[in-house]
């Protein structure tokens, strides 16, 4: 068996992995990304498929567009991207037609003048009033049902329930209002999501053409089977080449996972996990070995954590069917949560003349088949003959298992450190409170960062990272990298009308 020594080994090229290559070379640290695709990206790519770019995960939109975190790092890094920021607050799909609320307060159209007194309401007990303690922790369902009448302000309660379910594949009853308040004003203070320009595909390409360029070494169709350590401390990886079957030992003091605790988990203890187990969470295997401290919750119980899960749908249609830039929330239908219509900032993502439409709802049951049918039922009732005559569904997946919207659901993810001095995680399974999808993502490798920054400038115990003894202090460090939320009075914008500033870097 081979052997070869590096800086830094990264665990999967997803955009976690990819983003934390291209910090580490800037950093000159000899590094080597590990995929076993045969391609990067990971759930943030997409194949051309019938002259579409149809996404492997993300719907091709970027959460806080261009003033957003994953945007200030591009650019940081400069990663050559294009963000077409949304022209709306949104669209609302309700009472069987199509409201576009430039500012949030067009909802008054369809809410009415006693839903939106509530809705008004409601926004005051998020944004201007300190959340009390007794409230952090609660359900955001049970907190809305607090504040307001939910059976007498339907659509505002479905307006917040699409939203969590379009943005977190989340039910209102799995996400605490603390976590739910915190995203929705970091929503509000970044600014307004964005279509990247080619879509996923363009941006992963330029960032593995920038790793490469910049001397990285990249692997693809290499298996990771076993993470190596010693004494607590990574020592390196066993990585199985897909190709030819050959076996190599890699070594490095640091090693950054980009495929989850779970499966890292799996690695340290020499197993792969496979989909069927990740599907049976609950005979999986056990997480609590060496990256269990992560899982804590503030009451100390350990459970299983929750993985967002959903459904989407590629459609390609003759006719336009969302008149905008952002997303259109489907208040009235069964399963579907929102659509866009990326093609309306960036065509080549289509075939000429055609437009590309992608539905997401979360997944309700396992039994996909129902899920899909409802997916369907729900676009006749939206777009009746419109959608018979003029549209083409191109692909309907369900994401779960190994490829879930979000490893972990928003509010529950786990530490960058792990137990094992010099490996760390990142990616989607790391964001911090208040930070959602890509922009979690990228988040997670600004605290990688700023852990490494420690450790170097000798702040955290121990060589390569301290245990998890000193990690509480190690979070309530002030973060030198994460990128802070612009000011409160931003969200002031969103009013009238959307802040629309699309970036070219
Ligand atoms: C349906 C859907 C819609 C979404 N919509 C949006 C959206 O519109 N906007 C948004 O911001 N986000 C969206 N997301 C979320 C976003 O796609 C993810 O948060 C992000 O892509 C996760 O990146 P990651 O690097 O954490 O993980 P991944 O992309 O999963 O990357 C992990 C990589 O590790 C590789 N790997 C795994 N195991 C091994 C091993 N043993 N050895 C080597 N390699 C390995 C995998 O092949 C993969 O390439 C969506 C996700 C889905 C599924």
Same mark, same amino acid.
């Given at each position: 068996?081979?052997?070869?020594?590096?800086?830094?080994?990264?665990?999967?090229?997803?955009?976690?992995?990819?983003?934390?290559?291209?910090?580490?070379?800037?950093?000159?640290?000899?590094?080597?990304?590990?995929?076993?695709?045969?391609?990067?990206?990971?759930?943030?790519?997409?194949?051309?498929?019938?002259?579409?770019?149809?996404?492997?995960?993300?719907?091709?939109?970027?959460?806080?567009?261009?003033?957003?975190?994953?945007?200030?790092?591009?650019?940081?890094?400069?990663?050559?991207?294009?963000?077409?920021?949304?022209?709306?607050?949104?669209?609302?799909?309700?009472?069987?037609?199509?409201?576009?609320?430039?500012?949030?307060?067009?909802?008054?159209?369809?809410?009415?003048? +006693?839903?939106?007194?509530?809705?008004?309401?409601?926004?005051?007990?998020?944004?201007?009033?300190?959340?009390?303690? /007794?409230?952090?922790?609660? %359900?955001?369902? *049970?907190?809305?049902?607090?504040?307001?009448? =939910?059976?007498?302000?339907?659509? &505002?309660?479905?307006?917040?329930?699409?939203?969590? +379910?379009?943005?977190? /594949?989340? #039910?209102?009853?799995?996400?605490?209002?603390?976590?739910?308040?915190?995203?929705?004003?970091?929503?509000?203070?970044?600014?307004?999501?964005?279509?990247?320009?080619?879509?996923? *595909?363009?941006?992963?390409?330029?960032?593995?053409?920038?790793?490469?360029?910049?001397?990285? #070494?990249?692997?693809?169709?290499?298996?990771?089977? #076993?993470?190596?350590?010693?004494?607590?401390?990574?020592?390196?990886?066993?990585?199985?080449?897909?190709?030819?079957?050959?076996?190599?030992?890699?070594? *490095?003091?640091?090693?950054?996972?980009?495929?989850?605790?779970?499966?890292?988990?799996?690695?340290?203890?020499?197993?792969?996990?496979?989909?069927?187990?990740?599907?049976?969470?609950?005979?999986?295997?056990?997480? =609590?070995?060496?990256?269990?401290?992560?899982?804590?919750?503030?009451?100390?119980?350990?459970?299983? %954590?929750?993985?967002?899960?959903?459904?989407?749908?590629?459609?390609?249609?003759?006719?336009?069917?969302? !008149?905008?830039?952002?997303?259109?929330?489907? &208040?009235?239908?069964?399963?579907?949560?929102?659509?866009?219509?990326?093609?309306?900032?960036? !065509?080549?993502? *289509?075939?000429?003349?055609?437009?590309?439409?992608?539905?997401?709802?979360?997944?309700?049951?396992?039994?996909? #088949?129902?899920?899909?049918?409802?997916?369907?039922?729900?676009?006749?009732?939206?777009?009746?003959?419109?959608?018979?005559?003029?549209?083409?569904?191109?692909?309907?997946?369900?994401?779960?298992?190994?490829? !879930?919207?979000? $490893?972990?659901?928003?509010?529950?993810?786990?530490?960058?450190?792990?137990?094992?001095?010099?490996?760390?995680?990142?990616?989607?399974?790391?964001?911090?409170?208040?930070?959602?999808?890509?922009?979690?993502?990228?988040?997670?490798?600004?605290?990688?960062?700023?852990?490494?920054?420690?450790?170097?400038?000798?702040?955290?115990?121990?060589?390569?990272?301290?245990? +998890?003894?000193?990690?509480?202090?190690?979070?309530?460090?002030?973060?030198?990298?994460?990128?802070?939320?612009? !000011? $409160?009075?931003?969200?002031? $914008?969103?009013?009238?009308?959307?802040?629309?500033?699309?970036?070219?870097?």
């Amino acid at each position: 068996m081979q052997e070869q020594t590096y800086d830094a080994i990264i665990i999967g090229a997803g955009l976690g992995g990819l983003l934390s290559a291209a910090q580490l070379l800037q950093r000159g640290k000899r590094v080597i990304v590990l995929e076993r695709l045969p391609h990067c990206g990971g759930r943030f790519t997409a194949k051309t498929f019938q002259g579409v770019q149809v996404s492997t995960g993300a719907v091709h939109m970027v959460p806080f567009g261009s003033s957003g975190v994953l945007a200030s790092m591009l650019s940081r890094l400069r990663i050559p991207h294009h963000f077409f920021d949304a022209d709306v607050f949104a669209s609302f799909h309700v009472h069987g037609k199509q409201y576009r609320s430039r500012g949030l307060l067009a909802t008054f159209k369809f809410l009415g003048p +006693r839903q939106f007194f509530w809705f008004t309401r409601v926004g005051y007990l998020m944004f201007l009033r300190r959340l009390p303690s /007794s409230e952090r922790d609660l %359900p955001f369902d *049970a907190w809305l049902a607090r504040h307001i009448d =939910v059976k007498r302000n339907r659509e &505002l309660t479905a307006f917040f329930e699409r939203i969590t +379910r379009f943005a977190l /594949s989340l #039910e209102l009853s799995q996400i605490t209002a603390a976590e739910a308040i915190h995203t929705t004003k970091n929503m509000l203070r970044y600014g307004a999501p964005g279509i990247v320009q080619g879509g996923c *595909a363009a941006l992963t390409g330029e960032l593995e053409r920038r790793i490469l360029e910049q001397g990285a #070494e990249l692997r693809l169709r290499n298996d990771v089977m #076993e993470i190596l350590s010693t004494d607590d401390h990574v020592t390196g990886v066993r990585v199985r080449d897909k190709v030819n079957g050959e076996e190599t030992t890699l070594h *490095a003091s640091l090693v950054i996972s980009d495929i989850g605790p779970r499966a890292t988990n799996a690695l340290l203890n020499n197993q792969q996990i496979t989909q069927a187990q990740v599907l049976k969470q609950r005979d999986a295997a056990p997480l =609590v070995d060496v990256l269990g401290a992560t899982f804590d919750r503030p009451h100390g119980e350990k459970e299983t %954590p929750v993985v967002a899960q959903g459904l989407k749908v590629h459609i390609l249609s003759d006719v336009p069917l969302i !008149p905008h830039k952002g997303i259109m929330y489907c &208040l009235d239908t069964r399963r579907i949560a929102g659509m866009v219509q990326p093609t309306n900032c960036d !065509p080549r993502l *289509a075939p000429p003349g055609k437009h590309l439409l992608i539905s997401h709802q979360v997944m309700q049951s396992d039994n996909i #088949e129902e899920e899909k049918a409802l997916a369907l039922a729900d676009l006749q009732m939206m777009f009746g003959e419109t959608f018979e005559k003029h549209c083409r569904v191109l692909t309907m997946s369900a994401y779960r298992g190994e490829w !879930p919207v979000n $490893r972990i659901a928003q509010g529950d993810d786990v530490a960058t450190m792990t137990a094992v001095q010099g490996l760390y995680l990142v990616g989607d399974a790391v964001k911090p409170e208040g930070y959602l999808m890509v922009e979690g993502v990228a988040q997670s490798v600004n605290q990688l960062l700023d852990l490494l920054d420690a450790i170097e400038q000798g702040e955290v115990d121990g060589p390569l990272g301290a245990p +998890r003894s000193s990690r509480l202090k190690t979070n309530q460090r002030p973060m030198r990298h994460v990128t802070p939320p612009p !000011p $409160r009075y931003k969200s002031l $914008r969103w009013l009238w009308e959307a802040p629309g500033n699309s970036r070219t870097s």
